[in-house]
């Protein structure tokens, strides 16, 4: 009999794309340099939205429905966390430095 599987610590990935399948936002770090367009692709079924947490943030898609994208240019330094309002368990951060 083999142990569990345990999941190991989600680290941070670099790149421009955040896939959104199976309810989770992939990869859940993303790091970027600023001036980097990040895309989301929605790959559910179910309609999800690109939403920064807290007041003011950037991020504000409106539904995603299946294989539809929304862009974001991050043109300042910082992290960025957001969230699907539809199903808000489904959270992430964008980290961009210089």
Request: aromatic residues 10%; proline residues 8%; contains cysteine.
């Amino acid at each position: 009999m083999s142990p569990p599987a345990t999941r190991a610590p989600t680290a941070p990935v670099a790149g421009d794309a955040v896939a959104i399948k199976n309810f989770a936002f992939s990869p859940a770090v993303l790091k970027v340099k600023a001036g980097t367009t990040v895309t989301w692709t929605n790959q559910d079924t179910d309609a999800h939205t690109v939403t920064s947490t807290g007041s003011g943030g950037p991020l504000k898609s409106a539904a995603l429905a299946t294989r539809a994208t929304y862009r974001y240019t991050f043109t300042k330094p910082g992290t960025y966390a957001y969230l699907c309002t539809i199903h808000p368990f489904m959270t992430a951060t964008v980290e961009v430095s210089r």
